[in-house]
């Protein structure tokens, strides 16, 4: 983009090369998205990690995402560019996304709570110290609310000593969810653009607006104030995790007392102000963004001393918590107090459906509280990776223990067989599918089955012959009519 075009506000088609720094689960399909509906940008995805970067270029991409390969395989070459070369890139660019990893500070002040801001400042850092020219610098990262005070300070301390530099930052969290990236980049609820109040930031948001705008209708296109988007993306994830730890809150009411929490979210949701999705109790929300957000939105609002607020918000991580271990404890409690040296099945390592993804799955916590209690785990994923696997296990636990207790498995039969019980940890389709009178018969008996995701029918499951186990669904003596429960 010259000077002049965005001096003069001529943003109408200015905005001609696109880079973005961070090659992930965010900026490589929401790059190869850009690429594939505005062929009149040229877009470069950067990343110091050189051979992630190989296997973008490669037939054998980094991440699994349905409808990603394709996009990639036609706009790869073309408008569509991955490489190591940061500064370059920086040189080339309008426009420069910064879709690095936030993820919860583990060492100072902060530890355990606070985004770990290193990566977001080290990619201004490169910007300041590459830029040749006027820049548009997006925070496509989740960061705190004032994050682009910080990048332009960096930012505007270049300019000091290089007169042809002016630098716009804006806000555009991304709300893509994984398993469904390219659904929700093709087809978004709403794309969030914050800018600065001033006349130089209205037209560096609307140049972006106007990327967009090749593909997603302007009125689902929400211009805001930098620091409303910032804490709108932290907000949004936070109402979502909060949603799933309501309702797993409840699933533990409907286990003492008959209720079925299916039926309860059925009811509730059907009220059109609550809503019915993201209401399935499950085993504890996992993946790289509800937990590390909510801790940033607790940590800022302790920043702020709001003490209370953080306390509301830290609830939902303790629910959390508390619903990943009251699962895990039910298995031990149900299989007569004692996993020691018992083959377990776990189906399902993701953190969710659809993705290869395991960071901060639910699976490694439940699989960790029942590798302290001695179980042999023998885990099958359809995506996951036997490396990923144990390296995840291997952090909670120790490598020693992981060889000793852990197999993992490319047939769910195998997994299953001589097992005394099953154990249900990723809501993956083709759960609901197997054969599970076979997978009884090859079984110990009696044979326990434990559905942390709902994907199964108990009374069919009972009629196989398994001892049934589901979250928030009450033992059979619970529902039965003329029973009062005790609180
Ligand atoms: N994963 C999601 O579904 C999702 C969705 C919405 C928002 N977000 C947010 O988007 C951001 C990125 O998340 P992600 O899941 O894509 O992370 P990721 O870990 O998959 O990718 C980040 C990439 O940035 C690279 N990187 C870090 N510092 C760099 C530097 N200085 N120069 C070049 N490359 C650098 C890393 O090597 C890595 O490949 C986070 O802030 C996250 O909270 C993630
Ligand atoms: O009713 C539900 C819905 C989800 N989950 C679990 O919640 C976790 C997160 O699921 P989801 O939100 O679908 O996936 P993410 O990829 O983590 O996406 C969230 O986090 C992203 C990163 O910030 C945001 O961009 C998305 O909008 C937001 O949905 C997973 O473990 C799910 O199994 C439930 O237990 N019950």
């Given at each position: 983009m010259s000077a002049d075009a965005l001096a003069n506000g001529?943003?109408?088609?200015?905005?001609?090369r696109i880079t973005c720094v961070g090659a992930g689960y965010v900026g490589g399909p929401t790059c190869a998205m850009i690429a594939n509906k505005c062929p009149h940008i040229t877009v470069t995805v950067v990343d110091m990690n050189q051979a992630k970067i190989d296997e973008w270029n490669?037939?054998?991409?980094p991440i699994f995402e349905p409808g990603l390969e394709e996009i990639v395989m036609k706009c790869r070459g073309t408008n569509l560019f991955f490489s190591s070369d940061v500064p370059q890139a920086i040189r080339d660019a309008d426009l420069i996304f910064i879709s690095v990893n936030t993820p919860?500070?583990?060492?100072?002040?902060?530890?355990?709570?606070?985004?770990?801001l290193k990566y977001v400042e080290s990619v201004a850092r490169s910007i300041a110290e590459h830029a040749e020219g006027p820049k548009i610098v997006v925070e496509k990262s989740t960061v705190p609310v004032k994050a682009a005070e910080s990048i332009l300070s960096i930012l505007r301390d270049a300019q000091r000593t290089n007169n042809n530099l002016t630098f716009q930052v804006l806000s555009n969290p991304e709300f893509l969810a994984e398993g469904t990236a390219m659904r929700d980049l093709s087809n978004p609820d709403r794309v969030l653009i914050g800018g600065e109040d001033s006349e130089e930031g209205a037209k560096a948001v609307a140049a972006l607006v106007e990327v967009y705008e090749s593909w997603v209708p302007r009125e689902r296109i929400i211009t805001t104030n930098t620091w409303s988007s910032e804490l709108s993306k932290l907000v949004a994830n936070a109402f979502l995790a909060q949603r799933i730890s309501s309702i797993n809150s409840v699933s533990a009411i409907c286990e003492a007392t008959g209720a079925d929490v299916s039926e309860v979210a059925h009811a509730v949701g059907f009220d059109t102000r609550i809503?019915?999705?993201?209401l399935n109790a499950s085993v504890g929300f996992g993946g790289s963004c509800f937990q590390k957000d909510v801790l940033s939105l607790v940590y800022l609002c302790e920043s702020l001393h709001l003490n209370k607020a953080a306390e509301y918000w830290h609830g939902v991580i303790e629910i959390n918590n508390w619903q990943r271990r009251r699962f895990a404890d039910k298995i031990v409690a149900e299989l007569f107090n004692t996993v020691a040296g018992k083959k377990i099945a776990v189906f399902g390592f993701a953190?969710?459906?659809?993705?290869?993804d395991t960071r901060e799955s639910s699976a490694i916590h439940v699989c960790k509280h029942l590798m302290e209690e001695q179980a042999n785990l023998h885990i099958y994923d359809p995506k996951v990776t036997e490396s990923q696997m144990r390296s995840e296990l291997a952090i909670e636990s120790s490598e020693k223990n992981v060889t000793k207790l852990v197999t993992v498995h490319s047939d769910p039969y195998e997994a299953a067989k001589d097992a005394h019980a099953v154990v249900i940890l990723t809501e993956w389709d083709e759960f609901k599918t197997y054969d599970y009178s076979r997978i009884f018969n090859s079984m110990v008996h009696p044979a326990a089955l434990f559905d942390g995701r709902l994907l199964l029918k108990k009374k069919e499951m009972e009629s196989i012959g398994f001892r049934f186990f589901g979250i928030g669904t009450a033992p059979n003596h619970l529902t039965r009519v003329g029973f009062a429960a005790t609180p």
């Open positions: 001529d943003h109408k088609k200015v905005v001609r490669s037939d054998s991409l919860t500070k583990m060492y100072g002040k902060g530890k355990g709570m606070a985004p770990d809503g019915n999705k993201f953190f969710k459906k659809n993705t290869g």
